[in-house]
């Protein structure tokens, strides 16, 4: 059942059928002809249902033809909010069974009415709702959608701030089903997937695949290859092996697409240099620049062989990276500076002294490690306090 917008309640000290009488008249004042069921809808004034339901069906009226209003290329924007917020306010009289239904309609009104013109302000105005209803009411899943396909309606889709964390918490606020899901991502990746940022790109992809079960991985292959393509080329990334348990992404586990995504998830610089060399025109025709791949398999693989380990010896690693020494330092001077490894380099010894390095992937033999690693840290700290404790008595 959807939640009224009580939020919206005007704190007007006029009658809701006088509210409604005046509206009714200002449409007609602008070229809306009332229909005389509506008229005949209007007469009585009192509180009784018969009456409440002939003011909603009104109202229903009212909202059908907003369209006209938000049509006029000279209206005012002070006017426009308005008459706006003036149906807004009344919509607390329907049923709250029908409200998200009659809120959609009236958006769509809002978007079929919009302009290059009017556009920005009707924008504002969707946002406005937004801002004003908890985020709980399912009425905000309504105007967030609705308010998306405004932006792309009208040019204005460069000024929608996309928030992944904040949307995926909306998502569970708003309780919607699998189908839902897949449309509002859907809704949201059309309008950021041509975006210069990947990082968002990505998040939202892995967000949209994540609601299609291995049954329908066959509807989104382009957009699995589309992620594989963005994290691979994302130069700020390198743990996404989160993406290979994707059921969309499982599906495409014998081709190279998935082969291409294990090596750069968990793979060696020489697998890479070996899938290349064998498949050279598929890697070039999905738009992956080959030299920006060589050295995310590099530094990826700098921090394979750092794991664990506390210093390793520069031919271990000019041999593993195919580099000279001199290239070699300069690649570990990167990867310290993007803080993928904490470390230093012993030119006496030809050594890289290990201090620390990221894991590429984070399975259940990672979590086991961690979980003693946090009890030996309880133990010690456990051991601490007894200490400070017996030196006080």
Avoid at 78 to 92: C, G, K, R
Wanted: aromatic share 6%; net charge negative; hydrophobic share 45%.
């Amino acid at each position: 059942m959807s939640v009224p917008i009580s939020e919206f309640i005007a704190l007007i000290d006029v009658a809701e059928c006088d509210q409604v009488a005046e509206i009714e008249e200002y449409l007609r004042k602008n070229g809306v002809e009332v229909p005389q069921a509506v008229k005949e809808a209007a007469v009585g004034s009192n509180s009784s249902d018969k009456d409440k339901d002939a003011l909603v069906r009104r109202l229903l009226w009212i909202i059908e033809h907003c369209r006209d209003i938000f049509e006029k290329k000279d209206l005012p924007q002070q006017e426009a909010e308005e008459f706006f917020y003036t149906v807004i306010s009344l919509i607390h009289l329907v049923p709250e069974d029908q409200t998200t239904r009659v809120v959609d309609l009236l958006c769509q009104q809002v978007i079929a009415g919009a302009t290059p013109e009017n556009g920005p302000t009707l924008f504002r105005i969707l946002g406005l709702i937004l801002s004003h209803l908890p985020i709980e009411n399912p009425i905000c899943h309504t105007v967030f959608c609705r308010r998306i396909e405004l932006a792309q309606k009208v040019g204005l889709v460069s000024t929608l701030v996309i928030d992944v964390v904040k949307l995926k918490h909306w998502v569970e606020c708003w309780s919607l089903n699998d189908s839902q899901k897949r449309e509002l991502y859907q809704l949201v990746w059309s309008v950021c997937k041509d975006s210069d940022d990947k990082s968002l790109c990505s998040k939202l992809l892995i967000e949209l695949l994540r609601c299609y079960p291995l049954a329908l991985a066959g509807q989104v292959r382009e957009l699995v290859e589309r992620l594989v393509v963005l994290v691979v080329s994302d130069s700020q990334l390198f743990i996404f092996d989160h993406v290979l348990k994707l059921e969309p992404v499982q599906a495409l586990k014998s081709e190279k697409i998935h082969q291409l995504l294990e090596i750069f998830v968990c793979g060696k610089f020489c697998d890479y240099v070996k899938f290349y060399s064998e498949h050279e025109e598929f890697v070039d025709a999905l738009g992956l620049d080959h030299t920006s791949c060589i050295r995310k398999m590099r530094l990826l693989t700098l921090t394979s062989l750092s794991v664990g380990q506390s210093e390793v010896p520069f031919s271990v690693l000019t041999s593993e990276l195919n580099l000279e020494p001199e290239g070699l330092e300069m690649l570990i001077i990167d990867a310290v500076r993007m803080k993928l490894l904490c470390a230093r380099i012993n030119q006496v010894e030809s050594k890289l002294m290990v201090m620390s390095s990221i894991h590429r992937t984070f399975g259940n033999e990672r979590w086991s490690q961690l979980r003693e690693n946090i009890a030996s840290w309880k133990q010690k700290i456990h051991l601490v306090r007894t200490g400070l404790q017996a030196i006080k008595t």
